[in-house]
């Protein structure tokens, strides 16, 4: 075999002619993806009369109040990378800070498999402010664990909410993510404990690929080193919590504002469960920003569980598309256009090496 996987003495297909084998799977996702706007088109249809009619009659205040609050969503996020980089020793500004958390909304909600670029963007970025590696990807990944819990207590108080009660589910996930926040800080507080048992792991592993039993030690200490770094105290652990909840009740409040900018009166528990299906079906990149299933989750989640007629949740949905997804894509974009276009000549680095800590 080849370093290209094809077997020795054959000779290799040509680009086009490898890109031509796949185009069937362009046309069928593409057939797909019409069927599914036909589809969703003649379901609406009876309705869309309706909705542009209240459309029409928006309220304008609430649109203002709906972008404000979005924007305010944003900023909060941006605070939570802001505020675990300086738990890792590194200082950036909040405007630095929220400039790449639109740059990487942006590709994430456009981009064909834009959570990978969106996350190598920001990878990249964190490691140009200063941040080791290790500091850059617990960030990442300790930002998405915080606001996935965000979005978990949202769906469960909403579904409280319908009980008239806290339930257990709420109380547990209250307690997991403080037990999280306790293990993150104490294994930045105490490395060690962390090194004793990456070295058992790592001499298990050794022993099986029949590798010399310190093979790799220096890796764990290395790591060890920059995990030190990491001093996630009770105050910016409470102020991660404190603007996670901001980022996500921004948001929240963002989709309630749309219902009221057409007159609309959602109910507390339906708007809730409504937001947190949107956003977790959204989650799934099978389309950029979740266009058309995230919007059918939604119109579906308003009708039945916020008691709004279909013709209004359509129009609300339409508006909190238009303010969370279409105006903050723009600019997104527009903020990565004049802050961070230029290449720099650690870009290929910087790419190698995430996809190194990737794999």
Same mark, same amino acid.
């Given at each position: 075999?080849?370093?290209?996987?094809?077997?020795?003495?054959?000779?290799?297909?040509?680009?086009?002619?490898?890109?031509? /084998?796949?185009?069937?799977?362009?046309?069928?996702?593409?057939?797909?993806?019409?069927?599914?706007?036909?589809?969703?088109?003649?379901?609406?249809?009876?309705?869309?009369?309706?909705?542009? /009619?209240?459309?029409?009659?928006?309220?304008?205040?609430?649109?203002? %109040?709906?972008?404000?609050?979005?924007?305010?969503?944003?900023?909060?996020?941006?605070?939570?990378?802001?505020?675990?980089?300086?738990?890792?020793?590194?200082?950036? $500004?909040?405007?630095?800070?929220?400039?790449?958390?639109?740059?990487?909304? #942006?590709? $994430?909600?456009?981009? *064909?498999?834009?959570?990978?670029?969106?996350?190598?963007?920001?990878?990249?970025?964190?490691?140009?402010?200063?941040?080791? *590696?290790?500091?850059?990807?617990?960030?990442?990944?300790? $930002?998405?664990?915080?606001?996935?819990?965000? @979005?978990?207590? %949202?769906?469960?108080?909403?579904?409280?909410?319908?009980?008239?009660?806290?339930?257990?589910?709420?109380?547990?996930?209250?307690?997991? @993510?403080?037990?999280?926040?306790?293990?993150?800080?104490? @294994?930045?507080?105490?490395?060690?404990?962390?090194?004793?048992?990456?070295?058992?792991?790592?001499?298990?592993?050794? /022993?099986?690929?029949?590798?010399?039993?310190?093979?790799?030690?220096?890796?764990?200490?290395? &790591?060890?080193?920059?995990?030190? $770094?990491?001093?996630?105290?009770?105050?910016?652990?409470?102020?991660?919590?404190?603007?996670?909840?901001?980022?996500?009740?921004?948001?929240?409040?963002?989709?309630?504002?749309?219902?009221?900018?057409?007159?609309?009166?959602?109910?507390?528990?339906?708007? @809730?469960?409504?937001? #947190?299906?949107?956003?977790?079906?959204?989650?799934? *990149?099978?389309?950029?920003?979740?266009?058309?299933?995230?919007?059918?989750?939604?119109?579906?989640?308003?009708?039945?569980?916020?008691?709004?007629?279909?013709?209004?949740?359509?129009?609300?949905?339409?508006?909190?598309?238009?303010?969370?997804? &279409?105006?903050?894509?723009?600019?997104?974009?527009?903020?990565?256009?004049? %802050?961070? /276009?230029? *290449?720099?000549?650690?870009?290929?680095?910087?790419?190698?090496?995430?996809?190194?800590?990737?794999?």
């Amino acid at each position: 075999m080849t370093a290209d996987g094809d077997l020795a003495g054959e000779p290799a297909l040509p680009v086009a002619e490898r890109r031509r /084998r796949f185009r069937w799977v362009k046309w069928v996702l593409g057939t797909a993806l019409l069927a599914l706007l036909i589809g969703e088109g003649a379901y609406l249809w009876p309705r869309l009369h309706e909705s542009w /009619r209240t459309l029409t009659e928006i309220h304008w205040g609430w649109l203002v %109040l709906c972008i404000f609050l979005q924007a305010v969503s944003m900023s909060g996020f941006g605070r939570v990378q802001k505020q675990l980089l300086h738990a890792g020793g590194v200082d950036v $500004s909040q405007r630095k800070s929220v400039s790449v958390v639109y740059g990487a909304t #942006a590709m $994430s909600l456009t981009l *064909p498999a834009g959570q990978v670029f969106s996350t190598a963007f920001t990878y990249r970025q964190t490691r140009r402010w200063g941040a080791s *590696p290790i500091v850059a990807s617990w960030q990442l990944v300790f $930002s998405g664990v915080v606001a996935t819990a965000g @979005l978990a207590l %949202l769906g469960i108080a909403g579904a409280a909410l319908v009980g008239n009660r806290i339930g257990f589910n709420l109380i547990a996930s209250l307690v997991a @993510l403080a037990v999280l926040l306790f293990v993150g800080n104490y @294994l930045a507080r105490h490395p060690g404990t962390l090194e004793a048992l990456l070295r058992r792991i790592l001499a298990l592993v050794n /022993r099986w690929r029949k590798k010399p039993a310190d093979h790799g030690i220096a890796k764990l200490a290395e &790591i060890r080193d920059q995990l030190e $770094s990491v001093d996630l105290g009770k105050k910016d652990a409470g102020l991660v919590g404190v603007w996670a909840l901001v980022h996500r009740f921004a948001d929240v409040a963002c989709l309630g504002a749309a219902c009221f900018a057409i007159g609309a009166d959602p109910k507390l528990s339906g708007l @809730l469960i409504a937001f #947190a299906a949107g956003k977790a079906v959204g989650s799934i *990149p099978f389309a950029p920003g979740g266009i058309v299933y995230v919007d059918a989750t939604l119109i579906y989640g308003l009708t039945a569980g916020a008691g709004l007629p279909a013709s209004q949740a359509v129009a609300a949905a339409f508006i909190y598309r238009l303010v969370s997804f &279409i105006l903050v894509a723009i600019v997104g974009w527009i903020v990565f256009a004049f %802050l961070f /276009r230029t *290449p720099h000549d650690d870009d290929e680095a910087l790419e190698a090496e995430f996809k190194q800590r990737r794999i």
